[in-house]
């Protein structure tokens, strides 16, 4: 059974940094992981995802080249959205997800989720 737990959340001011941690278990091979947000009064978006065995991460526009998905060199069942340039629009809770099977998007149906984490940039 996938398990995951996010961790790293908190304030910070317009043009900050923060590192979104994602700890995954239950799987033994290649994992497709996402990270989506929701903000207020808003649908949940996905922001990214990667293939933990391998290959490139996506991005959807807003994000791009201000957000990274990466996972731990020595750890790799950990993932981290690294966010820089963060913007008051980019406040809300943060999940981290799992899908397993073929087309690894996050535009796909993830089936297993985090507890999220809050962001909250002003």
């Known amino acids: 059974h996938v398990q995951l737990v996010e961790s790293g959340g908190g304030s910070v001011q317009a043009g900050g940094s923060l590192r979104l941690s994602c700890q995954v278990s239950?799987?033994?091979?290649?994992?497709?992981m996402g990270w989506f947000r929701q903000a207020p009064g808003k649908e949940r978006e996905g922001i990214g995802s990667?293939?933990?065995?391998?290959?490139?991460?996506?991005y959807t526009d807003s994000v791009q080249g201000r957000f990274t998905i990466s996972q731990d060199k020595n750890a790799k069942n950990r993932l981290y959205l690294q966010m820089n340039s963060l913007k008051t629009e980019d406040t809300g809770t943060y999940y981290c997800?799992?899908?397993?099977?073929?087309?690894?998007?996050?535009?796909?149906?993830?089936?297993?989720w985090g507890q999220g984490t809050q962001v909250t940039v002003s």
């Open positions: 997800a799992a899908k397993v099977g073929s087309w690894c998007h996050f535009k796909a149906d993830f089936g297993y």
């Open positions: 239950g799987y033994k091979f290649g994992i497709c």
């Open positions: 990667l293939y933990t065995g391998g290959g490139s991460a996506y």
